[in-house]
């Protein structure tokens, strides 16, 4: 099953569009769930981590396909985006935010089924490990391979990934067992959890990231963790 949502102001459109989705999803065996929206923030407003590929209009008369996109990807980097456009003009700005393509308005059957077979074809989705959580910020997924590390804050956890920091409302006890099963976790301090991907080296008690970002490594947790960053750089060479 792929969850489509479909973000346009224009009811006629949908309609059409939904349409040629379920003959696609006919013709290729595939499933579709679809949500609807009709404006940006309406869309940011219930957003989904679940969703594979969002149709969006790039002029809406609230909150229009761009801005909206620009929120998305800082939730988001993962999720497909199809924008949907009468004006050309605007399509290179598009794939400021990550664009798999555009389709210009009205959409053509033949030119949405060529756009999908691409997309398919290149498809990882839910294949891919993530943490989606909510916080006062807003709403985010990120996949475990774009976590960088995590560590204690207060009674919550921070998670640093893709540039950004952002609490999440569980402990790090928590965390580290949803992350503990997956190889490029460790932790080198009972504050923190590292993605092994991202150490560039250790010098002495702390961890040097690829970021340049110093992470304590504690006394008791040394030899454990040198093991599993050994074990890791090996399997990587």
């Known amino acids: ?42 869309l940011l407003h219930e957003y989904r981590s679940e969703y594979d590929l969002i149709f969006m209009d790039i002029k809406m008369e609230k909150l229009n396909g761009l ?3 620009e ?30 393509n555009y389709l210009l308005k009205p959409a053509k059957y033949g030119v949405l089924k060529m756009e999908l077979d691409r997309y398919f074809s290149r498809y990882q989705g839910k294949d891919e490990p993530y943490l989606s959580f909510q916080n006062n910020s807003g709403k985010y997924k990120v996949l475990y391979k774009n976590l960088c590390y995590a560590e204690t804050n207060k009674r919550n956890v921070m998670l640093h990934f893709e540039g950004q920091e952002q609490v999440i409302y569980k402990s790090m006890k928590e965390i580290a067992a949803l992350l503990s099963g997956h190889p490029a976790f460790a932790c ?18 702390e961890l040097v990231l ?7 490594v504690s006394q008791p947790k040394r030899k454990d963790f040198m093991m599993k ?5 090996g399997d990587m060479l």
């Open 229 to 233: 960053l050994a074990d890791y750089w």
């Open 71 to 100: 929120e998305i990807r800082r939730m988001d980097s993962t999720v497909g985006l199809i924008f949907l456009t009468s004006l050309k003009q605007y399509v290179w700005r598009g794939y400021e935010y990550g664009a798999v």
């Open 210 to 216: 690829t970021s340049g970002q110093r992470i304590p």
């Open 188 to 205: 080198p301090h009972q504050s923190f959890i590292v993605n092994l991907s991202y150490v560039k080296g250790v010098e002495g008690l």
């Open 67 to 69: 801005k909206t996109a």
């Open 1 to 42: 099953m792929f969850n489509i949502a479909i973000c346009d102001d224009e009811e006629t459109f949908i309609i059409d569009l939904k349409e040629n989705l379920m003959r696609y999803a006919a013709e290729s065996g595939k499933e579709f769930c679809f949500f609807i929206y009709h404006d940006g923030s309406e």
